[in-house]
Nanobody, 119 residues
Framework: QVQLVESGGGLMQPGGSLRLSCAAS????????MGWYRQAPGKQRELVAT???????NYADSVKGRFTISRDGPKNTVDLQMNSLKPEDTAVYYC?????????????WGQGTQVTVSS
């Protein structure tokens, strides 16, 4: 099993910055990628950013140039630096880990951390 614990959410004014962190623990092998997703009220969960084991990154168009994802492999952590925050960034942010086992791909999720952008 894999456990993910997020931290760093909160309330920020538009234009401000926040940094989210996620720490993974448990049976950590075959990690394909880690990433961040978000879900706003009344909307479906959407991809924010992912980073593969090789360091390749992928961002939602809405956050390109403002958010940066980074990963510390040995520590099994993934961070999301969020700059120039907008009210539309308000959502619950979830950490994700994709693991490859002999039986297939498995996805694990954190409990979520609230990010609110408001003046």
């Amino acid at each position: 099993q894999v456990q993910l614990v997020e931290s760093g959410g909160g309330l920020m004014q538009p234009g401000g910055s926040l940094r989210l962190s996620c720490a993974a623990s448990g049976t950590l092998f075959g990690i394909n990628a880690m990433g961040w997703y978000r879900q706003a009220p009344g909307k479906q969960r959407e991809l924010v950013a992912t980073i593969t084991k090789d360091g390749n990154t992928n961002y939602a168009d809405s956050v390109k140039g403002r958010f940066t994802i980074s990963r510390d492999g040995p520590k099994n952590t993934v961070d999301l630096q969020m700059n120039s925050l907008k009210p539309e960034d308000t959502a619950v942010y979830y950490c994700n880990l994709e693991q490859r086992r002999l039986s297939g791909l498995y996805n694990y999720w954190g409990q979520g951390t609230q990010v609110t952008v408001s003046s």
